[in-house]
Each structure stands twice: as C-alpha cells, then as structure tokens.
C-alpha cells in the first residue's frame, strides 16, 4: 500500500501539473493560429491523443526503471511493487483520462463561445483504456529492457500490437490499418478487447519483472 | 541476524562471479568482506539482498531472502546511491523514502547524519560530489536500522575527515544498535580496528573467514639485525621485507611456536604484530599467474 500510495500521489500530482501547463500552451497556440487561419480542428484532442500516450508510456518507463530499484533497495520485493504499480496503471490511466476530458469541457466552451469548429473525442472509458494500455506496455518493454539488454527489443512487436488495440476507435488516430473493420463489427465491444491488452501487458510486465535483478548503475 | 550461504552461485553470461560459496555469519558483529576488484564481493552483497535471484541457498534467520517481504525488510545494501535514489531527487527525497517504505527507519538519526557529513538536504542527488554521494549512501544504510546492514565501498571518493566521521558514526551507532553489519572496503587499515571478523573472498571463492583478532595472530613481524632476521626467517613465509641501514624488519606467515619465540628472544629481535592489509594482499596474492 506504501507503494502505491506513493507512486500515486506523486505521478498523478505530476501529470495533473503536466497536462494543465500543456492545455494552456495548447490554447495560446490556439490563439495565435486563429488569428491566420481558421480554427477547424481540436489541439487539445491532438495532444491528448497523440502526445498524452507517449507521456503515459513514458510513466511506465519511469516506474519501472527508476522506482523499482528504489524500492527493492527500501527492502520492498517485486512482488509488493508490481502489485502497486499495476494498481497504480489503472488509476493513472483514469486520473489521466479524467484530466483530458476536463481540457475537452473548457475547450468546448472556448470554442462555442469563439464560433470555432471542433471534432468529436473518444470516450472517457476510451481514454481510460488507452492510457492504461500504454502505462503498461511501457513498464513491460522497460523491463524487458532492464532484464535482458538489448534483448529487450524483441518485446517491441509485442508493445506495439498491444498499443494499437485500444487507439483504433478513438478520434485522431490512425492504428490498426489492416483490420479497419474489425472495432466497427465489435461495436462497444471492443473496449472488452482494450480491456484484455492491459491484463495482457500486466501479465507480461509481471512475468519478466519478477526475478529481474537490480543491476548497479553508473 | 543470522545468515547463511550454501552453495551460491553468480553468474553474468560467461563470467562466473561467484563460485558456489558456502559460509555462515552468527551475526550482530560487524564483519569485513574483503577482495580485490572483481573478486565477487558485489554479487555476494546483491544476492545476500536480495537484489538477484541467487543459484544456491541465501538464508537470513533461517529464511529465504528473494522476493521475501519479511526477510527483505531486515536488510539494506547500499552499493551506492543510485540504488536508493534517483538522480533527480533531492536528499530531502532519499530520505522520505526510506521514512515512507521502512519500518525500522530512523529520520532523526538521518537527519543528524546528513549535518554530520555535510550533505545538504536540497541539493539533488545527480548532483552530489562522488564523496557526497558515498556519504549520502551511510545515511541511507545507518538510519535504516536493517538488522543486516550491507555498505559497499561506501568510502569512495570521500575526504579523510568524512571516512573518520562515517567510522565513529559507525561504531557509536553499532554500541547503541547492535546488529550484522558487512562492509566491504579497500582501505583495510582505517576499518581494521572496527572489523570483528573478516570474510575474504578472490575469484568468486571463500579463501577465509576468521575473527579479525585471529587473522591478525596468523602473522609476525620480526624487527631487528638485518643477518639475525635473515636467519630466523630462513625456511619461514616471508610476506615482505624493509631495510634500513643494517636494521631489517620482515613480515612473516604463519603462527610461531614456542621455540621459534625462544631464538627470537636470543637474537634480540622484536616482534609484533602485522597489519591486516598485509595479510589479505598475501592471501590473494596470485600464484603461478593464477590467484
């Protein structure tokens, strides 16, 4: 719980930092374009989507490479961490979604109020999964990465099949260009398949991360 | 804390790092863990940790230790401070992690430890000198008050006046707190005086384990004429010898008996006891090309 806690607190206070300074560099850059062209896109759904994942994945990273060791080395095992953090992915992944769709809420109001074009944004439980997927793939390549070196790479095709699952029906992205008809057929249902992908990428972040050892950096 | 070793093997790719050790610690002394570089004493350290999966047995009060919450809550190594810390935190951070995830942690004595050594508490950790950061990986080890505290060359890069501060930190806070310290360390002499016994290690292989008084009893120095210490060392283990004009002194192997003592005493030679260093220099002194 210790762990949790911590992981929580602190990565959600830092994204909730992150994604207000972005939302309002996101409008000013909105701004200044109005005043040259015409508004007929959402920036804030860009970053969310395009930009906010990698942030995510990034997290996933951090978790794994920096505070895994700080914790084992603070006599907590693998076991108590990864159980932490894969709770931790989950709420991130909300807290994370919670903030994109606050941005959406002021962004629409902006753009009501200045007669600017906007375009539909995924789901709340869409950017939820997203978000969750990419958390967690993150700290799964990350310790494939640290447990087998450049080995780690053959991890990436896995990450980036896991990744594409639950982008395919969110607005501004273009995943999956193969199966296009596949999350129409599924309907909501695919979210069911999103929802597998992150068991699936916290299965595999468990299974290499738990007898990983703690390597001596420089 | 008790702990015991059988059998343990470490291994990276090709490169054996320790070669199927077996040895007991009774516990609540401080113990040296001495080697020379890439003799195995890291690898030892992280499998008695914790920190790697151990091929053979690493036993803490009976227990196994990897991936044992109850066990892994008695230990802390600190190899350095990039174990404990990320470069970006402050000190300030180091220490709230240790206060946040360990039972045992003592945040007055880390705080009272950071003034000591010198280390401020805003400064991040990717910024500290080499010798701050080893200071920074005391505190870390003292205030956790582990049962089975581990320091690894915890001295690097510190200045004279800090080690001789971390050593008296060392002691007063083992008299107030006993438990099992290993410290592993290249300046043999200045911890010579706080180590109760000594494990060396050379190649991966347990080459010793004795209580340092012991260790120390093993050798002699002989003082004296420089042809009278030639012959009472003739046929003896000479570890090293100095000259000054016709005044000789040798470093000998091996306890003398009694009629060894007696010539000694008849050629007026003097004798007394040898450093530790000297004594693990020939213990791990290659042979033949090989250790």
């Not at chain 1, 992915?89 to 009501?112: K, Q």
């Not at chain 2, 089975?148 to 890069?157: F, I, K």
Request: glycine share 10%.
């Amino acid at each position: 719980m210790k762990v949790f806690r911590h992981l929580t607190t602190t990565l959600v206070a830092y994204g909730a930092i992150v994604a207000a300074c972005v939302f309002l560099a996101v409008l000013a850059a909105t701004f200044t374009l109005s005043l040259f062209a015409d508004i007929v896109f959402s920036g804030w759904m860009m970053v969310s989507v395009q930009i906010a994942r990698w942030f995510v994945l990034w997290v996933g990273v951090y978790v794994i490479h920096n505070v895994l060791p700080i914790a084992i080395a603070h006599g907590r095992t693998r076991r108590e961490f990864l159980a932490a953090a894969t709770g931790f992915s989950a709420v991130f992944a909300v807290a994370m979604s919670v903030l994109a769709w606050l941005g959406f809420l002021v962004e629409d109001s902006v753009y009501d109020v200045m007669g600017w074009r906007n375009h539909p944004h995924g789901s709340l439980l869409a950017y939820t999964l997203m978000f969750a997927v990419w958390c967690g793939v993150g700290m799964f390549v990350t310790a494939a990465f640290d447990r087998w070196g450049y080995g780690g790479a053959l991890t990436l095709p896995v990450g980036l099949a896991l990744v594409a699952v639950p982008g395919i029906t969110m607005p501004g992205t273009d995943d999956l260009p193969v199966f296009r008809d596949a999350p129409e057929l599924l309907g909501e249902g695919w979210h069911v398949v999103s929802v597998f992908a992150w068991m699936i990428t916290m299965a595999l972040t468990w299974a290499v991360a738990r007898a990983m050892p703690v390597r001596t950096r420089t | 804390m008790r702990v015991d070793v059988q059998g343990l093997t470490v291994r990276y790719g090709s490169v054996t790092a320790v070669d199927d050790m077996s040895f007991s610690l009774s516990g609540n002394k401080i113990y040296g863990l001495l080697g020379r570089n890439g003799s195995g004493k890291t690898s030892l350290m992280s499998a008695l940790a914790g920190y790697r999966k151990p091929a053979g047995s690493v036993l803490l009060d009976g227990e196994p230790v990897f991936e044992n919450a109850a066990a892994m809550r008695q230990v802390c190594l600190v190899r350095h401070m990039s174990d404990a810390a990320g470069k970006g935190d402050k000190v300030s951070h180091v220490l709230e992690y240790g206060a946040a995830w360990r039972d045992t942690w003592d945040n007055a004595y880390a705080l009272e430890l950071t003034d000591l050594l010198g280390i401020s508490l805003k400064t991040k950790v990717g910024a500290l000198s080499l010798g701050q950061g080893s200071a920074l990986g005391v505190v870390v080890g003292l205030a956790s008050r582990s049962p089975l505290t581990m320091l690894d060359e915890s001295h690097v890069g510190m200045d004279t006046p800090t080690r001789y501060a971390f050593y008296d930190a060392l002691l007063n806070d083992f008299m107030a707190h006993p438990r099992t310290i290993i410290i592993s360390t290249h300046l043999i002499e200045e911890l010579a005086s706080l180590l109760e016994e000594v494990v060396i290690i050379d190649s991966g292989r347990l080459v010793l384990q004795e209580e340092a008084d012991v260790l120390r009893s093993r050798g002699t120095e002989v003082t004296g004429n420089a042809s009278d210490v030639d012959e009472f060392t003739l046929g003896l283990t000479v570890l090293g010898e100095k000259s000054l004009g016709r005044t000789k002194a040798a470093m000998v192997y091996g306890t003398l008996d009694d009629s060894q003592l007696i010539r000694a005493r008849q050629l007026g030679l003097e004798l007394g006891p040898i450093a530790l260093q000297d004594l693990f220099v020939h213990l791990t002194e290659p042979v033949g090309g090989k250790r």
